[in-house]
Antibody, heavy 121, light 106 residues
Framework: QVTLKESGPVLVKPSETLTLTCTVS??????????VSWIRQPPGKALEWLAH???????SYNTSLESRFTISKDTSKSQVALTMTNVEAVDTATYFC?????????????WGQGTMVTVSS | DIQMTQSPSSLSASVGDRVTLTCRAS??????LNWYQQKPGKAPKLLIY???TLQSGVPSRFIGSGSGTEFTLTVSSLQPEDFATYFC?????????FGPGTKVDI
């Protein structure tokens, strides 16, 4: 069974650095065609794609956002991390990790449950 | 960047109704269009990929169509569990934008 699970702090202060971790099971992060993205959703709003890491380690970021995001992975631990620097109140959202599957025409076929992050002093 | 729009933003329907949701892209995404269903407090669930391919385990009452810039998701007979918000998303490029969503309620 393929699963993804996000973890990280629930509350962070403005200007701090936030690191979220996505732990996957049921597939390897080095499997060709299997990459992982981070996607967020502010309360009551739409989904916003943030970053993606490919099976070969290449990375891609949402260019509409400031370059505050860094995505990385540890294949041996089956984990993908997202680091966000200098967080602001507008970063308050539920953060999801999701598998992007080339076998499903690059759709996000499996999602984590999401982790809610609040940015507040 | 490719922008996605959805219409209507919300609709009210009854069990058994046939409903059609529309998604438009600001430029052609070929058939690289996906539909997701999201219920409150839950992660989105993939329903249809490549515009018209049903994801495994998804009921056949969900029907996707379209190509280029205009796409539709039809639910042939709404069931109680179908009341949710539906998002489209293109996967034409790596920065696959999501639409703003259509909320389907009773």
């Amino acid at each position: 069974q393929v699963t993804l699970k996000e973890s990280g702090p629930v509350l962070v202060k403005p200007s701090e650095t936030l690191t979220l971790t996505c732990t996957v099971s049921g597939f390897s992060l080095s499997n060709a065609g299997m990459g992982v993205s981070w996607i967020r959703q502010p309360p009551g709003k739409a989904l916003e794609w943030l970053a993606h890491i490919f099976s070969n380690g290449e990375k891609s970021y949402n260019t509409s956002l400031e370059s505050r995001f860094t995505i990385s992975k540890d294949t041996s631990k089956s984990q993908v991390a997202l680091t966000m620097t200098n967080v602001e109140a507008v970063d308050t959202a539920t953060y999801f990790c999701a598998r992007r599957n080339t076998g499903a025409r690059d759709a996000f076929d499996i999602w984590g449950q999401g982790t809610m992050v609040t940015v507040s002093s | 960047d490719i922008q996605m729009t959805q219409s209507p933003s919300s609709l009210s329907a009854s069990v058994g109704d046939r409903v059609t949701l529309t998604c438009r892209a600001s430029q052609s995404v070929s058939s690289n269009l996906n539909w997701y269903q999201q219920k409150p407090g839950k992660a989105p669930k993939l329903l249809i990929y490549a515009a018209s391919t049903l994801q495994s385990g998804v009921p056949s009452r969900f029907i996707g169509s379209g190509s280029g810039t205009e796409f539709t998701l039809t639910v042939s007979s709404l069931q109680p569990e179908d009341f949710a918000t539906y998002f489209c998303q293109h996967s034409y490029s790596i920065d696959g934008t999501f639409g703003p969503g259509t909320k389907v309620d009773i």
